[in-house]
């Protein structure tokens, strides 16, 4: 896909525990976004990134924070998993944001589950 | 209301049908309009855009705009179990040079031999 990667592939984690889910991509894109998925409930944002050292908030962003240090990896953390948060994980990178360089490169995808 | 609505099936067809994805979309703004295909338990993969009212042909696939009816739709000829699949459509406006797109929930095809 493009040469994004994540890491873990699988989690288990308890309630209030915490993690690091790491994206990289190998292709010097330029945008980065974590999406989840939920069944019945589509993609939905929750950060994403336009540039080295730059984050902002996407539609679902409560309970999660991300850091972009370097261009080629976007980490997405958890602080204190909830149960809420049980999920699949994907990250997507892009060239740009501008038209003539739209399409999402998606990575293999994380499955978290909170117990 | 969502964005984008999109049914999430399944919808399940005998191998060799024609077959219709759609959504709908409530953001005038929107220019850019795709479809994804996912597979089971993989990330999403772009398998057509198009950022005008009309047709677009690629193959078997043929994809669909209604601007002025806020509609847009996937068509898939002759297809195929291996056709099974997920897609979402996803579709942007053009603001202040970014692109962040909104995604349907997806519709779940199964093509069955």
């Known amino acids: 896909n493009a040469g994004v990667t994540q890491t873990p592939k699988f989690r288990v984690l308890k309630t209030g525990q915490s993690m690091t889910l790491l994206c990289a991509q190998d292709?010097?894109?330029?945008?980065m976004y974590w999406y989840r998925q939920d069944p019945g409930m589509g993609l939905r944002l929750i950060h994403y990134?336009?540039?080295?050292?730059?984050?902002a908030k996407g539609e679902v962003p409560d309970g999660y924070n991300v850091s972009r240090l370097k261009k080629q990896n976007f980490l997405l953390g958890l602080e204190s998993a909830a149960p809420s948060q049980t999920s699949v994980y994907f990250c997507?990178?892009?060239?740009?944001?501008?038209?003539?360089?739209?399409?999402?490169?998606f990575g293999p995808g994380t499955r978290l589950t909170v117990t | 209301q969502k964005e984008v609505e999109q049914d999430p099936g399944p919808l399940s067809v005998p191998e060799g049908a024609i077959v219709s994805l759609n959504c709908t979309y409530s953001?005038?703004?929107?220019?850019?309009f795709m479809w994804y295909r996912q597979y089971s338990r993989k990330g999403p993969e772009l398998l057509m855009y198009?950022?005008?009212?009309g047709n677009k042909e690629d193959g078997r696939f043929t994809a669909q705009v209604d601007k002025s009816s806020k509609y847009i739709s996937l068509f898939i000829r002759d297809s195929q179990p291996s056709d099974s699949a997920t897609y979402l459509c996803?579709?942007?406006?053009?603001?202040?040079?970014?692109?962040?797109?909104?995604f349907g929930r997806g519709t779940s095809l199964i093509v069955h031999p």
């Open positions: 990134s336009v540039g080295e050292g730059t984050t």
């Open positions: 953001n005038s703004a929107f220019q850019y």
């Open positions: 997507a990178s892009s060239q740009d944001g501008l038209a003539d360089d739209y399409e999402q490169y």
């Open positions: 198009t950022y005008s009212s």
């Open positions: 996803a579709m942007s406006p053009l603001s202040g040079g970014s692109y962040i797109p909104t």
């Open positions: 292709t010097n894109h330029e945008y």
